[in-house]
Structures are given as structure tokens and as C-alpha cells.
């Protein structure tokens, strides 16, 4: 008769305090991704215009250094869109919109964007930035900026130089942003 043995008995105390340590190893990130979580809900809560002004200034910072990056020899292309109003602006289709309301004497063609529809890439830019136009040849510069309140008088653009005007809203803030852009060779003559 052969006898048999019965297989070893496991060691479970052992493998109770390996779950165990494991256990807490996960516990420290859950909480701390939980506390984050409650801070950012609260924070959203409370003082959603800084948070968005903080969450957009970022945005922006790491829109221009992906650029700069991975495609640094070419120039930001922007798409010029239909003339409208608001209602226009608010179908957030890509475009900037040639805003009507802004035709006022010595006022530049206005073309305006949400800065949650594409807008926001203006806000990274600074004079002698070049861009193109999309369905054109023809190579922009940033020539001027101005900075104004929401639904300042549009007479504050008189006599920016360019051909036309870029306008969109800063994150968080009750500030609009107007960037002037001329034609290279116009630019440099």
C-alpha cells in the first residue's frame, strides 16, 4: 500500500499580511486621489472663476508648448468665419465669426471665438507671431494687442494697425483679448 501525503499546509498567516500590506500600499493613493477629488469638486464650487481662470491659463501653457514641440517649423492656422452676432459665436463650429457689432468707424474687421471653441489659441500669442490663414497663402503677424472689460465700447480698437482684429475671452476673468494681424510684407514695411 502506498500511502499518501496530503499536499503542505499553506502558510496563511504569511499570506494575510502580504494582502494586508498591499492593502495599505493602495490605501495612501485612494485617499490622497479622494482628497484631491473633494478639493477640486469644492474649489469648482466656491470659486469657479479662479478655478477656470487657473484650468485655462494651463490649458493654454500646454497647448503652446505641444506646438513649440512637435510641429515648430509650422505656422498656427486659424479659420475665418461667416459675419453674425452672438448667436452666430455660440455655434462653436471652429470658426472666428466676423462679428457685426463691432463695425464701428476706424475699427478694423472684427472676428471673434469663444475661448472654449478654438479662441483661446490667441492667448498664447504674442506680437510677431505668425500665422496663416486657413484657404489662403498669405502669412500674418501679430502687429498689436489690446485688452479690454466684457462688452467694452468698440471704439476703444480705433486705430489698431493690421487688417484685421482676433478677439476672444480670457479664462476666469471678466477681460477680453483683441490681437491686430497684418500681412508679413506689410507687416515689415
Not at 472663476?49 to 517649423?73: C, L, N, Y
Not at 466676423?98 to 474687421?109: C, F, G, H, N, T
Request: hydrophobic residues 45%.
Amino acid at each position: 500500500m502506498s500511502a499518501t501525503t496530503a499536499p503542505p499546509a499553506a502558510d496563511t498567516s504569511s499570506s494575510r499580511r502580504r494582502r494586508r500590506r498591499g492593502g495599505r500600499l493602495l490605501l495612501v493613493p485612494a485617499l490622497v486621489l479622494v482628497a484631491g477629488g473633494i478639493a477640486l469638486a469644492l474649489a469648482s464650487a466656491l470659486v469657479p472663476q479662479a478655478v477656470d481662470r487657473v484650468t485655462g491659463e494651463a490649458k493654454v501653457a500646454v497647448d503652446t508648448q505641444i506646438h513649440r514641440i512637435f510641429s515648430p517649423d509650422t505656422l498656427p492656422v486659424i479659420r475665418l468665419g461667416d459675419e453674425g452676432g452672438i448667436r452666430d459665436l455660440d455655434h462653436c463650429d471652429g470658426t472666428f465669426t466676423e462679428m457685426v457689432s463691432y463695425r464701428v468707424d476706424d475699427v478694423l474687421p472684427l472676428y471673434a471665438a469663444h475661448n472654449f471653441c478654438g479662441g483661446d489659441a490667441i492667448l498664447g500669442w504674442e506680437i510677431g507671431q505668425r500665422v496663416r490663414v486657413a484657404g489662403s497663402d498669405t502669412v500674418y503677424e501679430v502687429v498689436d494687442e489690446r485688452r479690454t472689460v466684457k462688452w467694452a465700447d468698440a471704439r476703444l480698437l480705433q486705430g489698431m494697425p493690421g487688417e484685421f482684429l482676433l478677439q476672444t475671452c480670457f479664462y476666469g476673468q471678466n477681460l477680453m483679448r483683441f490681437v491686430a494681424l497684418a500681412p508679413v510684407a506689410a507687416a515689415t514695411d
